[in-house]
């Protein structure tokens, strides 16, 4: 709200101090960059949905369950709700600190760790079979259970695969052992010590540089937890 210690308390006054009309543009092409990320966050919520629709429908019926049309689209809704990063489902007290000076990028690591559990969640529902309770993707009888399997080993890729190839693949070729990996933690900044990064190495000089990749990897944040207690 107005008057807390937040940038709009510094940026409002100064972006007044320039004259209405340079304001007025300003928050004008504020607006307009806004739109056009909320339309690209949209875009992919609706893709997602239209996609699941069909392939939970076709697969109802492969299985002769016959689903109203008003059912299977509150189910798929209610999917996209639970795994696709939604700022409108930021709980209130990341709301409230994110006005303070402390809560610097807050909404992006609680929607990851809310849509992360419910990414596990969507996976348990599809593999377990709905008679004896089993998780057996095998003789799991539940017809999901193969989009629940497709679920299962995109997440694996994206957390686990993806990150230790990159990891291990930039290894092999700039010739970087896992010992001078490891040593090379004693020499990196504070907060990428327990980072996934991707190694080089300057063919003239022989010096090993780096790239923090757990700052393009978006399941960092439920990833770094474990392996900051395995370090």
């Given at each position: 709200?107005?008057?807390?210690?937040?940038?709009?308390?510094?940026?409002?006054?100064?972006?007044?101090s320039?004259?209405?009309?340079?304001?007025?543009?300003?928050?004008?092409?504020?607006k307009?960059m806004?739109?056009?990320?909320?339309?690209?966050?949209?875009?992919?919520?609706?893709?997602?949905?239209?996609?699941?629709?069909?392939q939970?429908?076709?697969?109802?019926?492969?299985?002769?369950?016959?689903?109203?049309?008003?059912?299977?689209?509150?189910?798929?809704?209610?999917?996209?709700?639970?795994?696709?990063?939604?700022?409108?489902?930021?709980?209130?007290?990341?709301?409230?600190?994110?006005?303070?000076?402390?809560?610097?990028?807050?909404?992006?690591?609680?929607?990851?760790?809310?849509?992360?559990?419910?990414?596990?969640?969507?996976?348990?529902?599809?593999?377990?079979?709905?008679?004896?309770?089993?998780?057996?993707?095998?003789?799991?009888?539940?017809?999901?259970?193969?989009?629940?399997?497709?679920r299962?080993?995109?997440?694996?890729?994206?957390?686990?695969?993806?990150?230790?190839?990159?990891?291990?693949?930039?290894?092999?070729?700039?010739?970087?052992?896992?010992?001078?990996?490891?040593?090379?933690?004693?020499?990196?900044?504070?907060?990428?010590?327990?980072?996934?990064?991707?190694?080089?190495?300057?063919?003239?000089?022989?010096?090993?540089?780096?790239?923090?990749?757990?700052?393009?990897?978006?399941?960092?944040t439920?990833?770094?937890?474990?392996?900051?207690?395995?370090?």
């Amino acid at each position: 709200g107005e008057g807390n210690i937040a940038t709009d308390s510094v940026l409002k006054p100064m972006l007044n101090s320039l004259g209405k009309r340079t304001s007025r543009g300003i928050k004008k092409a504020g607006k307009f960059m806004q739109d056009l990320y909320v339309a690209e966050d949209d875009f992919w919520k609706i893709m997602n949905y239209e996609t699941q629709l069909v392939q939970r429908g076709d697969r109802y019926a492969k299985a002769g369950i016959k689903i109203p049309k008003d059912q299977l689209e509150k189910e798929v809704a209610q999917i996209v709700q639970d795994t696709i990063p939604n700022y409108a489902k930021v709980g209130e007290f990341v709301r409230a600190a994110r006005m303070s000076p402390f809560g610097n990028f807050m909404s992006w690591p609680s929607e990851i760790y809310r849509t992360g559990f419910g990414i596990f969640e969507q996976i348990v529902k599809d593999l377990r079979d709905p008679v004896t309770r089993s998780l057996n993707p095998v003789t799991s009888k539940n017809p999901m259970k193969g989009l629940g399997m497709k679920r299962l080993i995109g997440m694996s890729t994206a957390m686990a695969a993806i990150p230790y190839g990159l990891i291990k693949g930039s290894q092999a070729i700039f010739g970087v052992s896992n010992e001078e990996a490891d040593a090379a933690n004693d020499f990196v900044a504070p907060w990428a010590e327990d980072s996934q990064k991707i190694y080089m190495r300057d063919p003239e000089t022989d010096e090993l540089y780096y790239i923090d990749w757990s700052k393009n990897n978006v399941y960092d944040t439920l990833t770094r937890p474990f392996q900051t207690v395995l370090r």
